[in-house]
């Protein structure tokens, strides 16, 4: 589906993007691939295990990646808090992690 996400999405460079579910950071990813050198992607999800995942996985992007503990719901704050006025683009991932159902622990279960 991150074919699909970057036709429609169509992520340029110098363009700030809002991934507001990151979870395992693919749709990020791409973001970050299509919008080289210098696009940027803020990074939202309330799972810190899936934040620190996806931070080293995606350490090569360096601070093209802003990562923050948040809710979707709490973007305006988030924005406001790192200095970006707005978006060029958001995705909105609001499916489930499978994952989150392997690890009983977690609290999701069929």
Do not use: C
């Not at 295990?49 to 809710?71: I, K, M």
């Not at 719901?73 to 989150?100: C, F, H, N, P, Y």
């Amino acid at each position: 589906m991150a074919r699909e996400v970057m036709d429609l999405l169509r992520p340029e460079t110098r363009k700030r993007y809002l991934d507001g579910t990151l979870g395992g950071g693919g749709h990020a990813e791409e973001i970050l691939i299509h919008s080289s050198p210098d696009g940027q992607v803020l990074g939202l999800d309330l799972d810190d295990e899936a934040l620190d995942a996806t931070r080293e996985r995606l350490s090569r992007f360096g601070d093209r990646l802003v990562p923050r503990q948040a809710n979707f719901a709490t973007a305006g704050v988030v924005l406001k808090e790192i200095g970006w006025l707005g978006v060029d683009g958001i995705v909105l991932d609001l499916g489930v992690s499978s994952r989150q159902f392997e690890s009983p622990e977690r609290g999701f279960s069929f």
